[in-house]
């Protein structure tokens, strides 16, 4: 998924394999696999995104095991918080 989704994108949870164990537990206890969810906000770090969302309030989840729905823009990846640290 785009690391820089900004709030309301929407993802689908495409695998609960990747990450920290907890990582992948917590996936297959709050998540459907092939559900479709709603982008909160993500946080950008330098080896992994972390991806909040709507459907699961204050649970973070490994970016890598979701898919964006539609592609967002790069004007719209630019407005993402994180976005001028590690692109600059």
């Known amino acids: 998924m785009n690391i820089y989704a900004l709030n309301g994108h929407k993802v689908r949870l495409i695998r609960t394999d990747m990450g920290y164990e907890y990582q992948k537990e917590r996936a ?30 204050d649970l973070a989840f490994n970016s890598t095991c979701f898919e964006d729905i539609k592609p ?17």
Do not use: C, F, I
Not at 36 to 52: L, P, R
Not at 77 to 86: I, N, T
């Open 28 to 57: 297959e206890k709050y998540l459907k696999l092939r559900g479709v969810y709603t982008v909160d906000y993500t946080e950008v770090h330098s080896g992994s995104t972390e991806v909040y969302l709507e459907e699961v309030p």
């Open 72 to 88: 967002q823009s790069p004007e719209d990846d630019s407005r993402h918080e994180d976005y001028d640290r590690w692109n600059a």
